[in-house]
């Protein structure tokens, strides 16, 4: 059985941080693609941050050098790092597990930046 389950999501002050943490099992994780999406109130869900099976990183235009994705193989955990946080970052998080067809989301967690 596959789970994805996020944690770290919380409460806020605008130019806060906050890390995110995706753990995941049932799968064999080195070999996905670990992506965090965002899906606000009224809005589409959105890529934040994406870390291939070798470590490659692709960030959304919105997040760029305030977001670190990084992943550790060894504890099947893929981490973003979100550093000077703003109100319209303000989301559910989720984390998501891609091997070709294979596809996997968990359950989301909560940011709320405010103050």
């Known amino acids: 059985q596959v789970q994805l389950e996020e944690s770290g999501g919380g409460l806020v002050q605008p130019g806060g941080s906050l890390r995110l943490s995706c753990a995941a099992s049932g799968i064999i994780f080195s070999i996905y693609a670990m992506s965090w999406y965002r899906q606000a109130p009224g809005k589409q869900r959105e890529l934040v941050a994406r870390?291939?099976?070798?470590?490659?990183?692709v960030y959304g235009d919105s997040v760029k050098g305030r977001f670190t994705i990084s992943r550790d193989n060894a504890k099947n955990t893929v981490y973003l790092q979100m550093n000077s946080l703003k109100p319209e970052d303000t989301a559910v998080y989720y984390c998501?597990?891609?091997?070709?067809?294979?596809?996997?989301w968990g359950q989301g967690t909560q940011v709320t930046v405010s103050s």
């Open positions: 998501k597990g891609l091997y070709y067809v294979n596809e996997y």
């Open positions: 870390i291939s099976s070798g470590a490659s990183t």
